[in-house]
């Protein structure tokens, strides 16, 4: 595959663009590879700037449920860019929308919109911080939930431990507000609880931990969580961001009869467009301003354009859609297991529904991030390459997950297996 336009602009991006990229994992650099430019996309494809023709399972890291340019979620938005395409004021829209994501997260009594997942992240942070009075937070090794500096730690030694900055540039301060957790992990929780319960303004947790391989939780610990943030008085946040609308049966916190006390979304509810949000109970938001003392504001928050997006794109999402996304991942899910046991190869598919991960080793897949085989990112590395001369490209990473749409058909889960079945004749490992 000839990539000669892709490599000259990458050259000139080095030259004004940090790595020529605007976001680090679209450097390549854990594949060992040059990022590829887009010309433009639709569907399940991607057309690069050579020409070549991609059937993408990236799809924008999650937000295009309905592959790229989906003509329903162009024409919403061509429509209203007609009345402005910024009003810095309230508009119906919002209300449209707010009103689509109470439906499916209704402990929200209360939504506000913000631009990213990492705002709405860090904002819902602050604002339980602001109703708790209390400045401490729990996360957890191998959860990802945007920039947010108090969130961008990991763990020092020791199982349950206060965290160490995973970037410089973030206050030792601000990170010594947060304690850090292994996942799957009970009692590190309690421990954590025990010694600073009634500081912990809050326990932050993708419930279904999408940023380091697909961690599935048990339900078990997702509702101990909730137990001991009730008893002591603290907030459990769930970062849906990846896992928000992805599913038929409801929020990922509905699939585990766990109901959390904030939720922060971003990626679907946008339709490919910038929007996060994050709610909770009238309680809990009334205390942000302007009806409470918590500041957050956004000059492009509630945009209208992201705002139709968003809107055409949860009301695409209809029970035959999600059931369609669930069916074509269980052919992934069938093939793939046919393919990889006949070479032999040490992967396995992790698989909730549209999201799939293919995670490294023959042992039962990973529920903690240090549970993760280190030779990860090498086996991962040479597929990806295979795959990319062969026309499919997953992420360029071996601990981001694929995404299935509903633009993707049977012929792209069998394509993507043959092109896996091929790639392992080639490759050693
Ligand atoms: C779970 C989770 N939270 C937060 C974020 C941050 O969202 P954004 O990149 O829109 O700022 C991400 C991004 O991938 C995410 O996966």
Not at 126 to 141: H, I, M, S, W, Y
Not at 343 to 355: A, F, G, I, N, Q
């Amino acid at each position: 595959m000839n990539r000669s336009e892709s490599d000259k602009l990458h050259s000139e991006a080095l030259t004004h663009l940090v790595g020529g990229v605007n976001s680090p994992v679209r450097a390549f650099k854990s594949v060992h590879g040059n990022p590829i430019y887009f010309e433009k996309a639709s569907g399940a494809y991607v057309t690069d700037v050579d020409g070549n023709v991609l059937v993408d399972f990236v799809q924008s890291w999650g937000p295009l449920i309905h592959g790229h340019s989906h003509p329903e979620i162009i024409d919403a938005v061509s429509e209203k860019m007609q009345n402005g395409t910024s009003f810095g004021a309230p508009h119906l829209g919002e209300i449209e929308l707010a009103k689509k994501v109470k439906q499916r997260f209704p402990h929200m009594g209360k939504v506000r919109f913000v631009s990213s997942g990492t705002e709405a992240v860090m904002s819902a942070v602050r604002l339980a911080r602001g109703f708790t009075g209390r400045d401490l937070l729990v996360k957890f090794e191998g959860c990802y939930h945007g920039h947010v500096d108090s969130l961008m730690v990991s763990s020092g030694s020791g199982l349950a431990t206060f965290g160490i900055a995973s970037s410089p540039g973030i206050p030792n301060d601000t990170v010594a507000t947060t304690l850090i957790s292994p996942l799957d992990d009970v009692e590190a929780v309690e421990f954590l609880f025990a010694e600073h319960g009634k500081e912990i303004a809050a326990v932050v947790i993708e419930p279904l931990p999408a940023n380091n391989g697909l961690l599935v939780q048990r339900k078990a610990f997702l509702s101990r969580l909730k137990e001991l943030c009730k008893s002591n008085g603290a907030l459990l946040i769930f970062d849906e961001v990846i896992s928000g609308f992805r599913f038929k049966d409801g929020s990922y916190g509905d699939i585990c009869g766990v109901e959390p006390d904030m939720t922060a979304l971003g990626k679907v509810i946008g339709g490919g467009l910038p929007v996060g949000a994050y709610g909770a109970r009238d309680e809990i938001m009334n205390h942000l301003s302007p009806l409470g003392p918590v500041y957050q504001a956004g000059t492009l928050s509630g945009n209208p354009l992201a705002m139709a997006a968003g809107a055409k794109s949860l009301d695409l999402l209809t029970q035959e859609a999600y059931e369609y996304m669930d069916k074509l991942g269980e052919l992934l899910e069938i093939e793939l297991e046919r393919v990889l046991s006949k070479h032999k190869y040490p992967m396995r598919l992790v698989r909730r529904e549209s999201l799939f991960w293919l995670s490294p080793g023959f042992q039962k897949p990973a529920t903690r991030a240090d549970e993760i085989p280190s030779n990860a990112g090498h086996l991962y590395a040479n597929l990806h390459r295979e795959l990319l001369s062969r026309g499919y490209m997953l992420a360029p990473s071996a601990y981001e997950i694929g995404f299935i749409s509903t633009a993707h058909d049977e012929s792209h889960i069998r394509g993507l297996v043959h092109a896996i079945d091929e790639s392992l004749e080639v490759l050693e490992w």
